[in-house]
């Protein structure tokens, strides 16, 4: 029963952290993203394919 007692004792935390480290990734692409739909670049790519669905479009 100790074992298993300290065993738990290890992992306390471990979701916090597991959440902080998606966080910071989820973060750090939305950012990512952010930048590139916000350069010119971006912003052709994005009138590109809309302007192609827009043309498959039956109406």
Do not use: H, W
Request: proline share 2%; glycine share 12%; net charge positive.
């Amino acid at each position: 029963m100790r074992i298993a007692t300290e065993r738990l004792r290890d992992q306390i935390g471990a979701t916090t952290a597991e959440y902080a480290v998606c966080t910071g990734a989820g973060v750090g692409f939305a950012g990512l993203l952010f930048k590139l739909l916000t350069s010119d670049t971006g912003a052709k790519v994005v009138n590109t394919i809309f302007d192609r669905v827009l043309g498959m479009l039956p109406f």
